[in-house]
Nanobody
Framework: QVQLVESGGGLEQAGGSLRLSCAASGSIFSINAMGWHRQAPGKQRELVARITSGGSTNYVDSVKGRCTISRDNAKKAVYLQMNSLKPEDTGVYYC???????????????WGQGTQVTVSS
């Protein structure tokens, strides 16, 4: 059993900042890449930022220069620092991890339940 739990969403004004956190727990052998995805109202879920186990990162163009993804491997956690927020950043943010499970050593993608981010203009 593996769980990912997000926190840190909320309502913020345009130009403000938010920091999202996600902690993984359960039968984890190791964690490969982790990412943050966003689903805006009426739109498909999209990858916002991704970080490998070695720390390499990539971002969707719309957040480059404004957001930073980081991870703490010891805490099995991933973070998304969001600055200079825009109304178009509004959506439900999901944490995702590519995780090797203890025992079977099989790899699966796990998702958090999502955290709402709302940016007012």
């Amino acid at each position: 059993q593996v769980q990912l739990v997000e926190s840190g969403g909320g309502l913020e004004q345009a130009g403000g900042s938010l920091r999202l956190s996600c902690a993984a727990s359960g039968s984890i052998f190791s964690i490969n890449a982790m990412g943050w995805h966003r689903q805006a109202p009426g739109k498909q879920r999209e990858l916002v930022a991704r970080i490998t186990s070695g720390g390499s990162t990539n971002y969707v163009d719309s957040v480059k220069g404004r957001c930073t993804i980081s991870r703490d491997n010891a805490k099995k956690a991933v973070y998304l620092q969001m600055n200079s927020l825009k109304p178009e950043d509004t959506g439900v943010y999901y944490c995702q991890g590519n995780i090797v499970v203890l025992g079977t050593l099989r790899t699966y993608d796990y998702w958090g339940q999502g955290t709402q981010v709302t940016v007012s203009s």
